[in-house]
């Protein structure tokens, strides 16, 4: 199947992008990566009467170190994260090289995936255990903590007239410690369950949360404040009534899946 009929154009500038989806009064899509808007286009799931293409703003491009924070540029593909080392945030290159294959990684974008919102995918659970924001510009400019950006399945806080420009991830000090986990059926499929897990006891930070199980990531903050606090790997009895605690309408074979990821992510934090 082909896309239904839409117009294009490439604006110079983010200016020129946020005037056009002004203009469209809800009928256009951003363009960036395209490797999850592609396909929609092609099923037409997605039917768009403009196709805004943002793929060559510098704007978007950017990686900045901000001192405590990193700021990541909406454009920023997934391969170049993979191979950018960033000082305070190593799980951003892990993350990245576990994403589908390289020639989706070459396309795809940071923004893109947390827009998409599909709940199998990495970024939106890797940026919510980060403590990550996102950057958002339209008629009023705004920042958004990326749990509160997430409103479920392919659900966004985006309106149709804003879009993201950049995302603000904390670096974690040298103490920092981290997990990342999702079960797969083979290399590069979508997570049928996943975890991640940021401890810093230098600024505090205790978030970990499991997902691609239900819309949003699901926190286990109980959890988190015991490992914290006690500084050792929970055993896996507690960590399974916390999952049941966290989403007790999870079914057996999902609830053996969660317990499994947050266990494993959470082994990582042990190891590192």
């Avoid at 239904?4 to 200016?15: E, H, N, S, T």
Wanted: net charge positive; aromatic share 6%.
């Amino acid at each position: 199947m082909k896309a239904a009929r839409f117009d294009y154009v490439r604006p110079g500038d983010i200016a020129g992008a946020l005037a056009a989806l002004a203009q469209a009064d809800g009928r256009a899509k951003l363009v960036a990566g395209g490797q999850s808007l592609g396909p929609m286009l092609n099923l037409r799931l997605a039917r768009p009467s403009l196709l805004i293409d943002v793929s060559r703003l510098r704007d978007l491009q950017q990686i900045e170190d901000r001192g405590d924070t990193w700021r990541i540029g909406a454009g920023v593909t997934h391969a170049r994260l993979e191979d950018t080392p960033l000082a305070g945030a190593p799980m951003l290159r892990e993350v990245a090289a576990t994403i589908a294959y390289r020639s989706v990684r070459n396309r795809g974008t940071i923004a893109g995936s947390l827009a998409h919102a599909d709940p199998a995918a990495d970024w939106p659970l890797a940026l919510t255990a980060l403590g990550a924001s996102v950057d958002i510009r339209g008629p009023r400019p705004r920042r958004l903590p990326v749990e509160r950006f997430l409103l479920g399945t392919f659900t966004t806080a985006l309106e149709p007239n804003e879009l993201i420009v950049a995302i603000e991830v904390p670096k974690l000090s040298p103490a920092g410690r981290h997990g990342y986990y999702k079960f797969c059926r083979k290399t590069g499929d979508f997570a049928e369950a996943s975890a991640a897990a940021v401890f810093d006891p230098r600024t505090g930070a205790a978030r970990l949360y499991f997902g691609a199980l239900r819309g949003t990531p699901q926190p286990l903050a109980a959890l988190a404040q015991c490992v914290a606090r006690d500084g050792k790997r929970p055993a896996s009895e507690t960590v399974a009534e916390a999952v049941r605690q966290s989403a007790p309408d999870l079914d057996p074979v999902e609830h053996r899946m969660a317990t499994a990821a947050v266990t494993r992510a959470l082994e990582q934090v042990f190891k590192s």
